[in-house]
């Protein structure tokens, strides 16, 4: 029953308002909606299973997509050189691409806000020392640390949300930490030491729900970043192993066969990343605007 | 009568600049390391007897608010003694503090400021309750947080209500009642009307008074205009440069000012005579910086009254009647 009064308030809102005006957001959001539902309902509408060896055929390999010469209508983006659906295998490997995206973030996020917090509260050598690291991290292209890392590792999916940890951190530690600072000097935290909360609860209670927006904002647009990120790694075979393929591993082994003229096979995983990374920033845009009071 | 709250020959300073490099200059030749420091308060001392309200006026950057702020231990003390109900709690760490807390409290300049913009207003008032365990159950929180909200003027449908959502007015009524929740002993209000319309000046004063009637606790009444101060003060002190110039009670600090700087800050009170609203002229210069105080007397650069000695020796405090004490070589 208490989640009717949620959605009103929901639809009742200053953000509601602005999104419905907002063309961007709407297409935007549609398009990020289109994504996730492909994602989840993909492999049940999907022609084949591309990973299930027993059913690819040679005799299917090599088939342009469907409105071409010699293109048929069940391979509608066409096959690879090992008879495999394009379509298909594009569904499945978004999944494991927006995985890896949103649980990077979500790591990265938890691990940057909590150091953040702490270096803006606590202030001090603490804060120094934090972050000059960052610093000193900033400043080497993140590129290379993940290249770095990867090598170190070895390719797998932990591997690479730890990886994409360790890169990630730094943005959110810097972002929290400043927007820590300035709340810390608030008279309502001061109001919250007189009456003698901790500083534990200080920071979770009452820093931590007014930087959330920053974060927010920051996690959307770091989603289609770790995606891209995740796509290059793979693309040079230091990204996920070759039996869970990304988008970015779909585009890297059509790349071999794309000078015998299949160059579907990379093009397709290729549109729809761009396709994917559009749409969320984008949308990360209109949430930055609308969640950024000091750009109102 | 007993004190609440006796404050003695309290100290607080604070350094300025970041680090190393920016204390160091190049003077004569060589690297000179100067550490800088604001004086923010230089030996204040007053007593506020049980139920009573006692007023800190003065210019702003006169060191009232660092004052207040040393008190109630939102800063530590770097001198000087701080008598709570005649406990010393000049050096109690934050969980010796922990149980006075909820005696001592207090409200803010900037009501909107004060709250936090992501908690319901019943939040607001009913965590420090839960907080201190005043209330054996939720819903009994609840009940004491709206009763007091009502007290205050705030209509129970509003409680759910975010803090943007009210009127400046409002909002301070909200800080008042967060202040009440854990039923203080004492109450320090900083310049608790200052950022108001002065049409909601008077209703909130009023409120703060009816207040400490109903719940019989003592105030430190921090505020630059001796007009607000003049209603509700049982007792006065003048500040100027982190030094009490002047203080007594309020009809003696009021009617037979001594000070020259009491005497010009009451002079600055815009009055009607006839049918003209006058206005004396200001106090001429400025306020010293606090970062180089000034020689003897800290006011003796804007007193009319300067003597030689004003710049060399600051002013013993005197009482020149009853319970009035003034520092100035005047007397």
Known sequence: ?296 | MENILLVENLIQSFRVGKGLLDELTFQNGRFIRETLRVHAVNGVSFEIPRGTVFSLVGESGCGKSTTARTIIKLLEPKGGRILFQGMDITRFSKKEMLPLRKQMQMIFQDPYASLNPRSRVLDIVREPILFHRLADTKSQATEMAMDLLQKVGIRPEQANRYPHQFSGGQQQRIGIARALSVHPQFVIADEPVSALDVSIQAQILNLMMDLQKEFHFSYLFIAHNLAVVKHISDHVGIMYLGKIVEKGRKQDVFSNPKHPYTIALLNSIPRLEGKNLEHTPPIKGEIPSPLHLPSGCHFHERCPYAMEICNEVYPEERMTAPNHWVSCHLY
């Open chain 1, 1 to 296: 029953m208490k989640s009717i009064p949620i959605l009103q308030r929901f639809f009742a809102s200053d953000f509601f308002y602005h999104y419905r005006r907002s063309t961007t957001a709407i297409v935007s959001s549609l398009m990020i909606l289109f994504v996730i539902l492909v994602a989840i309902a993909g492999p049940f509408l999907t022609p084949q299973n591309p990973y299930a060896l027993s059913n690819l055929f040679l005799a299917d390999a090599f088939k342009p997509p469907a409105w071409l010469d010699g293109g048929e209508l069940r391979f509608l983006l066409g096959t690879d050189q090992q008879g495999r659906d394009i379509l298909s295998a594009i569904v499945y490997g978004s999944r494991v691409s927006l995985f890896i995206g949103i649980a990077g973030v979500f790591f990265a996020a938890t691990f940057g806000i909590l150091i953040g917090l702490v270096a803006g509260y606590i202030g001090g050598k603490v804060e120094s020392i934090i972050m000059r690291i960052a610093d000193i991290q900033l400043s080497f292209p993140s590129m290379l640390i993940a290249l770095f890392l990867m090598t170190t590792f070895g390719r797998s999916i932990t591997n690479i949300l730890i990886t994409l940890t360790l890169i990630g951190w730094v943005r959110y530690a810097r972002v929290v930490r400043g927007e820590t600072l300035s709340v810390r000097k608030k008279e309502y935290i001061e109001a919250s030491r007189v009456i003698g909360y901790s500083d534990l609860y200080i920071m979770v209670k009452q820093v931590l729900p007014n930087v959330l927006n920053s974060v927010i904002v920051l996690s959307t647009i770091q989603i289609g970043t770790f995606i891209l990120l995740e796509a290059t790694l793979s693309f040079l075979g230091l990204g996920v192993p070759p039996t869970r393929p990304t988008l970015g591993m779909l585009c890297s082994e059509g790349f071999s066969v794309l000078y015998s003229g299949l160059w579907w096979v990379s093009f397709f995983p290729g549109l729809y990343i761009v396709f994917i990374v559009f749409a969320i920033n984008l949308f990360g845009d209109f949430l930055r605007d609308q969640l950024n009071p000091r750009l109102k």
